[in-house]
DNA sequence: CACATAGATTGACATTCATCGATATAGCTG
DNA sequence: CAGCTATATCGATGAATGTCAATCTATGTG
């Protein structure tokens, strides 16, 4: 706390003091492990070739793609996209179904939605 | 491109195949340029302490807050608490102000609807 | 069963990043 | 001007991350 918000408490009350740099609100802080939980959702969001997998899930037509057709547009090797892909079902927003010997990923419905709301809700 | 689509692509027409992993799209896929611009974004709000910061700013009656407010709630150094803002400066999150001796930082208007609208148009 | 293919996992490596201590800069005050 | 305070920048360090080659697992096919 800087001296000014000493300052500040000092007084019981009266008008806003001028020359102060600040008041410290006492609403409560999002907490460390709520703000870790929400970091992650962001940290899956945080990477270029995450966010074209999600393009390329989205855009398909079926709502569906598999592996196969994920690697060659981004230009990344197989064992890369499964890592990204995996990063992207722990953070909740593609869901995985393996059919046969393929695995389909597809956009959790909604999770837009709900990923504008933790902002919405910071 | 993995053998299915090549047969899939040697059908001149007709019907799904079936025992096809899926078809690839030909829509265009996120530029790695513009996705490299959006992962910005995100990768600002990737980070447990830096939500927190925002939470805090946006939690002020006043709109604003100046670092040395900052700082205490969230355990962390100084220097540390001045790069996470800049951070979030630099990603266009956060606006920052210097009246006399006291940074005061403010979340830029709209910029949550903003992050909300890059989701949608990925 | 033997083999091929789709996808996941592992281990290694280079890069990025969060954090801190020390220092620099800029504005205020005597 | 000298000293103090708020904030920013710098340099170093340890941890996390993206990528790949190699390998493993599971499913389908002869």
Chains 1, 2 share one sequence.
């Not at 855009?59 to 598999?66: F, I, N, R, T």
Request: with cysteine; charged share 20%.
């Amino acid at each position: 706390m800087c001296i000014m918000d000493v300052m500040n408490l000092l007084q019981t009350a009266g008008p806003a003091v001028d020359a102060s740099c600040c008041v410290p609100s006492d609403k409560p802080v999002l907490g460390i492990e709520e703000a870790q939980r929400k970091a992650l959702v962001f940290k899956a969001l945080a990477d270029p070739n995450r966010l074209r997998l999600l393009s390329i899930v989205k855009a398909e037509a079926s709502g569906e793609s598999c592996v196969c057709d994920l690697t060659e547009p981004l230009d990344l090797g197989q064992p890369t996209v499964s890592h990204h892909l995996k990063i992207l079902v722990e953070a909740g927003i593609l869901h995985r179904e393996k059919r046969g010997t393929w695995a389909y990923y597809s956009l959790v419905p909604g999770v837009m939605d709900d990923i504008a709301g933790i902002l919405s809700a910071l």
